[in-house]
Protein backbone atom coordinates (compact mmCIF):
# COMPACT_ATOMS: atom_id res chain seq x y z
CA UNK A 1 0.00 0.00 0.00
CA UNK A 2 1.00 3.43 -1.03
CA UNK A 3 1.08 6.28 1.20
CA UNK A 4 0.98 9.78 0.16
CA UNK A 5 1.53 12.77 3.05
CA UNK A 6 -0.30 15.86 1.33
CA UNK A 7 -1.20 19.35 2.96
CA UNK A 8 -4.48 19.48 3.45
CA UNK A 9 -7.40 22.01 3.90
CA UNK A 10 -10.82 21.51 5.08
CA UNK A 11 -12.04 20.89 1.42
CA UNK A 12 -10.34 17.62 1.32
CA UNK A 13 -11.20 16.33 4.97
CA UNK A 14 -13.67 13.78 3.24
CA UNK A 15 -10.78 11.95 1.75
CA UNK A 16 -9.91 10.94 5.26
CA UNK A 17 -12.69 8.74 6.10
CA UNK A 18 -11.55 5.55 5.06
CA UNK A 19 -8.50 6.38 7.32
CA UNK A 20 -11.31 7.06 10.31
CA UNK A 21 -12.03 3.89 12.03
CA UNK A 22 -8.22 2.75 11.64
CA UNK A 23 -7.19 5.75 13.65
CA UNK A 24 -9.77 5.37 16.28
CA UNK A 25 -9.11 1.35 17.28
CA UNK A 26 -5.17 2.43 17.10
CA UNK A 27 -6.30 5.11 19.87
CA UNK A 28 -8.42 2.35 21.65
CA UNK A 29 -5.38 0.08 21.57
CA UNK A 30 -2.83 2.88 23.11
CA UNK A 31 -4.66 4.33 25.80
CA UNK A 32 -6.84 0.83 26.57
CA UNK A 33 -9.59 1.82 29.43
CA UNK A 34 -7.69 4.93 31.02
CA UNK A 35 -9.31 6.87 28.50
CA UNK A 36 -12.41 6.87 26.77
CA UNK A 37 -12.29 6.80 23.19
CA UNK A 38 -15.58 7.91 21.17
CA UNK A 39 -17.47 5.87 18.35
CA UNK A 40 -16.23 6.53 14.73
CA UNK A 41 -19.45 7.92 13.95
CA UNK A 42 -19.81 10.39 16.57
CA UNK A 43 -15.99 11.44 16.44
CA UNK A 44 -15.75 11.59 12.50
CA UNK A 45 -18.79 14.17 13.23
CA UNK A 46 -17.27 16.14 16.06
CA UNK A 47 -13.98 16.43 13.60
CA UNK A 48 -16.19 18.05 10.75
CA UNK A 49 -18.20 20.27 12.86
CA UNK A 50 -14.48 21.88 13.71
CA UNK A 51 -13.19 21.63 10.33
CA UNK A 52 -16.77 23.98 9.77
CA UNK A 53 -15.38 26.46 12.09
Given at each position: ????????T???????????????????????????????A?????????A??
Amino acid sequence: MGIDVTTGTTAGIESLDPLWPAMLEHHRRVVGERCPVRGAADSREQCRARARN
